[in-house]
């Protein structure tokens, strides 16, 4: 039974992760890949992946949706909280002032924290709530494209 488990929550996890790099998030998995994405300068856009299923379930699609859009950020890259530990303690210690969140956003802008969309923004919401959270940030914060 607990190897069945393991199979099916490896697979949620799977998939999880190819659902928001298909949607053009660089994966970062290391407090070194963490530490040069936000470094650059521009807008970056990080996601905390996690298999939460009801918030996940909404912040994975709104995290593809909030793309179509006239601003985006800069660079999208996501971390796997649970999954990627290391990496995601070091995104999160860039999130000053805010709880450890998952799933969630934050928005910088030359590695400071302009917005953060928390996972109490995200769960029992419609995902376009949360799109339009996300675009509201890029108007904001972004550039054109």
């Not at 303690?89 to 799933?103: C, D, I, L």
Request: aromatic content about 8%; glycine content about 6%.
């Amino acid at each position: 039974m607990s190897m069945d488990f393991n199979f099916f929550m490896n697979d949620v996890v799977r998939q999880a992760r190819q659902e928001i790099v298909a949607a053009g998030y660089t994966e970062l998995t290391t407090s070194e890949d963490v530490e040069q994405a936000i470094a650059k300068k521009g807008t970056t856009l990080v996601m905390v992946n996690s298999v939460c299923g009801c918030a996940g379930g909404i912040a994975r699609p709104a995290a593809t949706h909030a793309l179509h859009y006239d601003k985006r950020p800069d660079q999208l890259v996501t971390v796997f909280a649970g999954q990627d530990k290391e990496a995601t303690e070091k995104a999160r210690s860039y999130f000053t002032g805010f709880p450890p969140s998952s799933p969630s956003f934050a928005l910088l802008k030359d590695g400071k924290l302009c917005r953060m969309i928390e996972r109490h923004e995200i769960e029992g919401h419609d995902p376009m709530q949360v799109v339009n959270k996300l675009q509201e940030a890029f108007e904001d914060y972004c550039e054109e494209v």
